[in-house]
């Protein structure tokens, strides 16, 4: 079983939909990491969280540590979110551990 | 300020051949870190530097890999005698300080003939 699970592994979805990624994981962390990847693109940091929930723009990030869970919702989808959406957990001494990521694609 | 440089954007390499991929923090960053990313798979840890100590290189293969991040420069990853199975894409990520945000270079991707 891996440490990081992100679910679904693929979506799609009609352009103004709200969307939820999640991703569980069965360590201890001291900080939850969301990343954004474009096709043969680089990677950009969208969230990094230790509890609660952040917002930017139509991006939300929420966590519960006691349930070892977390989620991204993106209000509004648009077809530029189309992307890979990867969770990434923070053990205690900085390394991430990675989801597989959601390859999520947004029709318009 | 500059994000995080990553040169070369794309080496290709002959099997026995040495791969050095180069990875500049952003400015006031003191933190660097390697991630691979193999084809259809997802991203692993590599190696995690401070400037002139390797803090963390579990994630790095025993044998042909190396990682340096001098006072002076950028930091390197350096791969002895590639191997077709070398062929990924290597991010760096720097960070100010310990636990904080990681920011992304747009990653060198290797390819082994």
């Known amino acids: 079983k891996n440490e990081v699970e992100q679910s679904p592994q693929n979506l799609t979805a009609q352009e103004g939909e709200f969307i939820t990624i999640n991703c569980s994981y069965s360590?201890?962390?001291?900080?939850l990491h969301w990343l954004q990847q474009h096709p043969g693109g680089g990677i950009v940091s969208l969230f990094m969280?230790?509890?609660g929930k952040k917002k930017h723009g139509r991006l939300i990030a929420t966590i519960n540590i006691q349930e070892k869970h977390s989620s991204l919702h993106i209000t509004a989808s648009h077809p530029r979110d189309s992307a890979v959406y990867i969770c990434?957990?923070?053990?205690?001494?900085?390394?991430?551990?990675f989801g597989a990521g959601t390859i999520l694609r947004v029709k318009s | 300020n500059a994000g995080v440089m990553q040169n070369p954007r794309h080496l290709v390499r002959r099997r026995g051949q040495e791969a050095r991929l180069r990875c500049s923090p952003m400015k006031g960053h003191s933190h660097v870190y390697w991630y691979r990313q193999l084809p259809e798979e997802g991203l692993k840890f590599m190696v995690y530097?401070?400037?002139?100590?390797?803090?963390?290189e579990s994630g790095m293969p025993k044998e042909r890999f190396s990682a340096e991040f001098p006072k002076e420069g950028p930091s390197i990853l350096r791969i002895q005698q590639v191997v077709r199975g070398d062929s990924a894409a290597y991010f760096c990520a720097s960070s100010p300080r310990d636990q904080e945000t990681q920011y992304f270079g747009p990653g060198t991707r290797l390819l082994v003939l």
């Open positions: 990434a957990v923070e053990e205690y001494g900085n390394k991430l551990v």
């Open positions: 530097l401070q400037k002139e100590n390797i803090i963390d």
């Open positions: 360590v201890g962390i001291s900080a």
């Open positions: 969280l230790s509890s």
